[in-house]
């Protein structure tokens, strides 16, 4: 938006033609959104204690977990400002992906918000009730998904990693197909929220990657070279995935071990759906369970244990679920837990590039 104000009242000056190039704003958004996140960071957090937004502990976690009470919460209060201030900076404001996405943002920010209110002012862990949730989540994504869905340019071929011709047509099927991706990304990123920076990293990996897909989708040349579909507008996205990453990067810095802040409901639910949003928007959905492969298995984790936990009375797969307690409760030190999970995220995402040239 910034720079069409530029142009507005300089459009004769020659180097200003460097905003119109993709790259160089994806670059400039995400340096804006480190710089918000780096510099406000220490006073939101001091904001945060103040207000004795501090986490509450479940006794029956792992015991380590103990000494974070008291840790303040709702750090994405940070991020998503960072990300809405950055992105609306350097998009093109006509662009209706972008809306989209920052819709998304503030949406299942707000679901995530009202969770964390409820725990940090009760001062219990539970928050909004299950099934509230999980209906403010359906109802954000399916009108993100019928706004998709009605979009007279919108294409419901599913593209199906590795096979380049093979890209069946879901029609209606799509809509819950898309709701599904949107919210089990939301829920499953809440899910591996549980050790310090173990859910940003993999966010920034994983918006890292959708950055390079968003590009190349949105340009014909290599959409075309890469015979990917070719998604005019959708380079777009690109620069918001820049904000995603510079963002992300900032709030690290904070939650990195040992963590002077967690994200709170408020930024795993919302960045975990933005994440669905991205991959669906950008036509890259399957790809999206190896991006964000992590994910997928701390969120299979779960369902394994439950199942397994109810059909057996009380027996259980893992020592705990989700499966970062496992390794934890087996001794492993939550550095050492978080490094090696990264690791795991970093691998997978980087095979999903392998499927631009598989095919
Ligand atoms: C929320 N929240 C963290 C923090 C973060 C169905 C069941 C598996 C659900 C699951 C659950 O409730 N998950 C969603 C996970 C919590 O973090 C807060 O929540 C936000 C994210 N939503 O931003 O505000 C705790 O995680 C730790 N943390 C860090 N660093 C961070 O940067 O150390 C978080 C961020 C924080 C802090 O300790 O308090 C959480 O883990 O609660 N439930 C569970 O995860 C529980 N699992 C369980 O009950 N498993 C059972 C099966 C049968 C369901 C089993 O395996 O036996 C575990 N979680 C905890 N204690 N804390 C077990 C008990």
């Not at 399916?142 to 998709?148: A, G, H, M, S």
């Not at 934890?328 to 590039?353: D, Q, T």
Request: hydrophobic share 55%; proline share 5%; aromatic share 14%.
């Amino acid at each position: 938006m910034l720079y069409k104000l530029f142009y507005y009242f300089h459009a004769d000056v020659s180097w200003l033609n460097v905003f119109r190039y993709i790259t160089f704003r994806t670059i400039l958004s995400s340096l804006t959104a480190l710089v918000i996140c780096l510099v406000f960071g220490p006073w939101i957090i001091r904001k945060l204690r103040a207000m004795q937004v501090g986490q509450q502990i479940r006794e029956d976690g792992p015991p380590d977990h103990l000494s974070k009470a008291g840790t303040p919460t709702m750090g994405g209060c940070l991020i998503l400002p960072a990300i809405v201030l950055a992105t609306l900076f350097w998009v093109d404001p006509l662009n209706a992906y972008i809306w989209l996405v920052v819709f998304v943002v503030i949406f299942f920010g707000a679901v995530g918000f009202a969770d964390d209110y409820l725990k940090v002012s009760k001062k219990n862990s539970r928050g909004l009730r299950p099934g509230a949730k999980f209906a403010f989540q359906v109802v954000g994504g399916l009108l993100v998904v019928l706004i998709l869905y009605f979009h007279p340019e919108f294409d419901t071929h599913l593209n199906i990693p590795f096979f380049k011709n093979v890209s069946p047509d879901l029609g209606m099927g799509y809509i819950p197909f898309a709701l599904f991706i949107i919210v089990g990304a939301s829920n499953a990123v809440n899910l591996t929220d549980g050790l310090d920076g173990l859910a940003i990293s993999p966010l920034i990996v994983a918006f890292a990657s959708y950055l390079v897909f968003a590009y190349l989708a949105g340009n014909v040349k290599t959409a075309t070279y890469l015979q990917i579909p070719y998604l005019p507008g959708v380079g777009e996205i690109s620069v918001l995935c820049g904000a995603l990453v510079g963002a992300g990067l900032g709030f690290l810095w904070y939650n990195a071990y040992p963590a002077e802040v967690f994200m709170g409901d408020v930024g795993s639910l919302s960045l975990g759906a933005v994440l669905g949003t991205v991959a669906v928007v950008t036509k890259h959905e399957l790809v999206l369970i190896l991006v964000g492969g992590l994910f997928v298995f701390e969120a299979l984790s779960v369902i394994f244990q439950v199942a397994y936990f109810k059909l057996t009375g009380g027996q259980r797969i893992f020592r705990m679920a989700p499966i970062h307690h496992h390794f934890e409760l087996k001794g492993w030190p939550e550095p050492k837990v978080i490094v090696r999970f990264w690791i795991v995220a970093i691998i997978l995402a980087l095979l999903s590039f392998s499927t631009l040239k598989l095919r």
